[in-house]
């Protein structure tokens, strides 16, 4: 063994120096969530919908992971994570890097982007700043619309604290009795039923000098705050402050003693609406000492839970400001464009009573015969593909069965209807709705049960795991034969957020393929234990261990005197066992990039370790959400795609599929997609040794390159429309 094999095969990689927490890893990705707001070369309203998108992302990032944290600290959990903290530990470094984030947020919307919106004619303004016109028409407005919803709610000696709703956003009243002078404290709810930004008429807009606004408005809160006299007929106000409360939303249901698993669901989005224990409480910078300690101890919260808000709370309903009609004010619109492979595709027309396909050319069918497709969302138009895949082999009368997983969906799903025409015409549907898909649950009730009533067969998943792999078998009858045809993508079958997130499919009828997904639908509706397949990479089962093995096989190459290539695509990377595993592949030799939007556990660049990895994150206009896996193999190229990113939840508790690409100009593709990626200077970031990001900028004399604007240009060039 050499010197340096011998030195590097002496080093622990399961340090805990070697790794980066997850929760701080995900506190970054936030950042550079909020820097597109801070970046002056994204758009106004782009920027307010960032700041939106920021906020919006920490509620949930409270609501489940500081509160599975919390859970363990009341637990007396003293498991380390891998970078080597306790539950505590991380609480407290979660507190210490976000309170700056946050300040960083609120100073952005209250110096700076309110007075640029200003310069646009839009005026978010505060009610004290009203002219005394404006304040007529707003308490008229109180009274004919805010003031019948509103509940005041005492709290005293006879009226016990009320429960606060989770992310409801309240005013903390104190009034004080003209007889006794005696204070009194109440809490006044502002309904989420109402806009949360409250918009003047037209003849009203006008602000100082601009008589031309093109929007003028104020917080609901304030209007209800300066009219809360109504509310309390013979009591003096003496102030008001608002606040607003994140709770425990993460489910808990026993699987194991649910006789029906979709009843016990149920029962704990019931519990979700209010929320379990309180886990951050976020308030005013000007609320006084005494009043934030009566809700720390009502709420049963500490120091630590308790965030200043030096503006508005809740700054999420930002996303009310995309509704102004200012397209100059956006990123420039995109539509999904049908690439030219796609475009001798005849088109279901829903409702057609004779159920035929009509229209010239080619069914979808013969077009994947021909060859392997790989379409690329948002960029490829995801109804004129998918979704047209889908609603062709509902209407088909050669297709015999159709079989699907659907993990989220939009609420008022095309495909849903698709697959409920596919029953009525007699076709045999089954579909796996993942009842546990976090936030959709609710969403995915409704669809099961719509789906059950048409005659489909609904499984609802597998105790123990999430289903979140992304397939669709199709059976159809042939010449006597049965060909099976599939698609296995890395997103959700969602029109909706197929145009928001970048995501992969491929449709095929190989055989090995179509074999591999009829015995996987097997697993997940019956009894079948199968764990190996043709081609599949599958999880629980066989991912973890061939993904691992793929990077030894690198590495190994590169120890016999060849060279390793790796270019991995994904959400995350959280999983200790593959990490370890690119660690041994880097010693090696094997030249690593990694594209990861989110959370990376892993760290870069260190000397003897990590030298030969490199780790950037795209944020961009898209939510990257595709997953691609690039193998050098000594020549004999392989490249993957797939639902599965490198966590262990994916690969250890997630039904997951990942597929191979036969097809070598697909793969081809692939590999262009990637190395567009990793040339991007607009919207990459590098991740550095101490767990920093730097964002890339292009230099001087260099064009600057945005991976997700050259897909778009891509994308029309493919429809022939450049």
């Given at each position: 063994m050499s010197q340096l094999n011998m030195a590097t095969s002496n080093i622990n990689l399961k340090d805990p120096k070697y790794y980066f927490n997850r929760e701080l890893s995900w506190l970054e990705f936030n950042y550079r969530v909020l820097h597109e707001s801070l970046d002056e070369r994204t758009p106004l309203l782009e920027r307010l919908k960032f700041l939106a998108i920021f906020s919006s992302n920490l509620d949930e990032f409270f609501m489940v992971r500081v509160a599975a944290l919390k859970q363990q600290v009341q637990a007396n959990v003293i498991k380390l994570s891998p970078d080597g903290l306790t539950p505590s530990e991380q609480l407290i470094t979660i507190r210490n890097r976000l309170r700056p984030l946050v300040k960083e947020q609120d100073h952005l919307f209250e110096y700076t982007l309110r007075s640029l919106l200003i310069a646009q004619g839009i005026y978010l303004i505060n009610y004290v700043d009203l002219d005394q016109e404006q304040r007529t028409y707003l308490h008229q407005y109180f009274e004919d619309y805010i003031f019948p919803v509103l509940t005041p709610l005492a709290v005293d000696p006879s009226h016990p604290f009320p429960y606060i709703s989770n992310l409801s956003l309240n005013l903390a009243v104190i009034v004080r009795e003209p007889d006794t002078n005696e204070e009194r404290f109440a809490r006044v709810k502002v309904p989420q039923v109402l806009p949360r930004f409250v918009a003047l008429p037209k003849e009203l807009r006008h602000q100082e000098d601009d008589q031309t606004a093109l929007w003028t408005?104020?917080?609901?809160?304030?209007?209800?705050?300066?009219?809360?006299?109504?509310?309390?007929?013979?009591?003096?106000?003496?102030?008001?402050?608002?606040?607003?409360?994140?709770?425990?939303?993460?489910?808990?249901?026993?699987?194991?003693?649910?006789?029906?698993?979709?009843?016990?669901?149920?029962?704990?989005?019931?519990?979700?609406?209010?929320?379990?224990?309180?886990?951050?409480?976020?308030?005013?910078?000007?609320?006084p000492e005494s009043i934030k300690l009566r809700l720390m101890e009502d709420l049963e919260l500490e120091e630590i839970d308790i965030y200043d808000i030096d503006g508005l709370l809740g700054l999420k309903d930002l996303f009310y400001f995309m509704s102004i009609p200012r397209p100059d004010l956006k990123d420039p619109s995109w539509s999904a464009v049908v690439p030219t492979f796609l475009q001798r595709v005849k088109e279901v027309v829903d409702g057609n009573e004779d159920g035929k396909i009509e229209g010239e050319g080619e069914d979808i069918f013969s077009l994947i015969r021909h060859s392997d497709l790989l379409v690329h969302h948002p960029y490829h138009s995801f109804v004129a593909s998918v979704q047209q895949f889908i609603t062709q082999s509902a209407y088909d009368p050669d297709v015999l069965a159709i079989k699907m997983t659907l993990y989220r969906t939009s609420g008022d799903s095309p495909i849903v209807n698709a697959l409920i025409t596919a029953a009525e015409n007699g076709k045999q549907v089954a579909v796996l709705v993942e009842l546990k898909a976090r936030f959709d649950e609710e969403n995915n009730i409704l669809w099961a049960r719509r789906l059950e009533q048409a005659g489909v067969h609904v499984v609802y998943g597998l105790v123990g795991l999430k289903t979140h792999t992304k397939v669709i078998l199709v059976v159809r009858r042939e010449s006597n034969k049965m060909r099976r045809y599939v698609h296995?993508?890395?997103?959700?079958?969602?029109?909706?957020?197929?145009?928001?997130?970048?995501?992969?499919?491929?449709?095929?009828?190989r055989e090995e393929l179509g074999a591999d997904l009829t015995d996987l639908f097997n697993f997940l509706t019956g009894y079948s234990r199968q764990k190996s397949y043709r081609k599949l990479l599958v999880a629980p089962f066989s991912m973890r261990d061939r993904m691992i093995g793929m990077i030894r096989r690198e590495a190994e190459h590169c120890r016999n005197g060849g060279s390793g290539r790796i270019v991995a695509k994904m959400n995350a990377l959280v999983d200790s066992p593959i990490i370890e595993a690119l660690y041994k592949a880097s010693q090696a030799g094997v030249k690593i990039d990694l594209i990861i939007r989110g959370i990376c556990c892993l760290r870069p660049k260190v000397e003897g370790i990590s030298d030969n990895i490199n780790v950037i994150s795209i944020i961009g206009r898209f939510l990257e959400h595709s997953r691609i896996f690039y193998f050098h193999n000594g020549g004999d190229e392989e490249i993957y795609i797939g639902s599965a990113d490198w966590m262990t939840r994916n690969l250890s508790r997630r039904v997951e599929a990942i597929t191979p690409i036969d097809d070598p100009n697909i793969a081809k593709e692939l590999q262009e997609i990637l190395g567009i990626m990793l040339a991007d200077n607009r919207q990459a970031w590098e991740l550095q040794t101490d767990g920093s990001y730097i964002q890339r900028y292009s230099s001087d004399n260099g064009p600057e390159q945005s991976s997700q604007n050259i897909f778009m240009e891509m994308a029309l060039k493919s429809a022939g429309n450049v």
């Open positions: 408005g104020v917080p609901l809160e304030q209007v209800i705050a300066h009219n809360l006299e109504a509310l309390f007929p013979g009591m003096i106000v003496q102030e008001c402050h608002a606040f607003r409360v994140t709770r425990n939303a993460d489910l808990s249901v026993e699987e194991d003693e649910a006789d029906d698993l979709l009843l016990a669901i149920e029962q704990e989005l019931r519990k979700r609406h209010v929320g379990k224990s309180a886990v951050r409480l976020e308030i005013h910078t000007s609320t296995i993508g890395t997103g959700n079958y969602n029109p909706k957020t197929a145009k928001l997130y970048t995501d992969l499919g491929l449709l095929t009828c």
